[in-house]
Structure formats: C-alpha cells, structure tokens
C-alpha cells in the first residue's frame, strides 16, 4: 500500500474532504510521525502499537565476504511493537 492508497481509502471512508485534503491529511500525519521520531520521542497508537528510536552502540562486525573484521558505527534504529490486538488480528 502506498502513501497515495492511504490517502484515497481516508477520502473514501471518511468524506467530507476533496482528494487533495485527503492527501494533504496524510501527508501531515507521516510528516509528524517522522518529526516526533527525529527527536528521539515514541510514539503510541492504541489498538496498533508503538514506534520506538532506539540508539545502537559501534560494535565489531566480520565482513561475510572477506572475514576482514570491520568496526560498525552507532547509529539510531527505528522499532515497532505491535499491540496484543494488532498481533492477534495477524495471526487469527
């Protein structure tokens, strides 16, 4: 599903918005989740689950290629956690 599905399934379900509203919408929506996470906050939606920043350390690594040992830099990751209602609607 892409950002331009979400925007007409939210134009169709909810009315009341031009498709270029409903586009709009979205667009505001991604851009503040993506805000939010760069500052390092989480983020909760009831009933679907938790996005999470979380900071990895620089650790040793093995280039699988050469086995030349390689340091991997820090870095922020991105986690989601489910909801037990999101899990048990995937796996019902």
Known sequence: MTKADIAETVYEKVGGF??????????TV???VK??????DKIK?????????RDKKAR???????G?????SA??????????LLNKALNS
């Open 60 to 66: 040793a690594g093995r280039n699988p290629q050469t």
């Open 68 to 72: 030349k040992e390689i340091m991997i």
């Open 18 to 27: 031009s498709k270029k509203e409903a586009a709009d919408i979205v667009e």
């Open 45 to 53: 939606i009831t009933r679907f689950g938790n996005f999470v920043v």
């Open 75 to 84: 870095r922020r990751v991105l986690t989601f956690k489910p909801s037990v």
């Open 30 to 32: 991604f851009e503040t």
């Open 35 to 40: 805000a939010t996470l760069e500052k390092g």
